[in-house]
């Protein structure tokens, strides 16, 4: 199994942008092949913001991205993975892919 989980900074406006592609998207993104969780997470006092998602492979990981790129209007495959909507003021944007070693 694979973890991709992405941070970032927001602005204020951002959370709500995220969110709202979050409850958007949601739907489509499970029925996608691979798809296992999706985790949203933020600190509005900080501006903080994190995604962790879980699929069976990083190839599929990947495809996902892309199709999800195309759903969103084609917005920045980090964009895509925080859940941001094309524009949304989101900075210091960091991926990572982990292989899932253990779960408890």
């Not at 991709?4 to 092949?33: M, N």
């Not at 900080?46 to 917005?75: P, R, Y």
């Amino acid at each position: 199994m694979i973890a991709h989980i992405v941070s970032c900074q927001a602005q204020a406006d951002g959370f709500d942008s995220v969110a709202r592609v979050v409850r958007e998207q949601g739907p489509a993104v499970r029925e996608l092949p691979g798809f296992r969780s999706f985790y949203l997470l933020t600190d509005r006092a900080s501006g903080k913001l994190a995604t962790i998602s879980f699929w069976d492979t990083e190839e599929q990981m990947h495809a996902a991205e892309a199709e999800v790129a195309h759903i969103a209007g084609h917005a920045a495959p980090a964009e895509v993975a925080a859940g941001a909507a094309p524009g949304a003021a989101l900075t210091e944007v960091r991926s990572d892919v982990y292989e899932v070693a253990h779960t408890a």
